[in-house]
């Protein structure tokens, strides 16, 4: 559930940053305040969907749109690629804000933990193959 690096995040002090710029220890927009604990990145051919400026995510990312959770290819189906993606984990929540001051979106990362995130981190890092920064 990846967004690509061009997509903007609010952080938690209401600016807005592009994902990529996204680093351990930054602190995010959510339910409440989340620090990023680990930043993914998902090197190689992606398949993206641009869902609307700024907000550019892979097919299968959960973004709540009219009142509900949808896939990202339910709600937009023109298809690109690109060489790399982000997600992150945040120390409480999982759920961001994307998109722009004028169109703001709800996304899913990949998950928060409390405890051990370590652990939790190498095994999804394993589980998927992916590199994390």
């Not at 994902?19 to 602190?27: A, E, L, P, R, T």
Request: some cysteine; charged content about 25%.
């Amino acid at each position: 559930m990846p967004f690509s690096s061009e997509t903007c995040v609010k952080l938690s002090d209401g600016n807005w940053t592009q994902v990529s710029n996204i680093k351990q220890g930054d602190k995010l927009w959510a339910e409440e305040e989340s620090t990023v604990l680990q930043v993914i990145c998902i090197n190689g051919h992606q398949e993206v969907i641009d869902v609307s400026k700024n907000v550019i995510l892979t097919p299968e990312q959960l973004v709540f749109i009219q009142d509900e959770w949808v896939f990202a290819d339910e709600y937009s189906f023109e298809i690109d690629y690109t060489n790399c993606v982000y997600n992150f984990i945040l120390d409480k929540n999982h759920i961001i804000t994307v998109g722009t001051p004028e169109y703001e979106l709800e996304s899913c990362t990949i998950g928060y933990c409390q405890d051990d995130y370590e652990d939790v981190i190498m095994k999804v890092l394993l589980e998927v193959g992916i590199n994390n920064e």
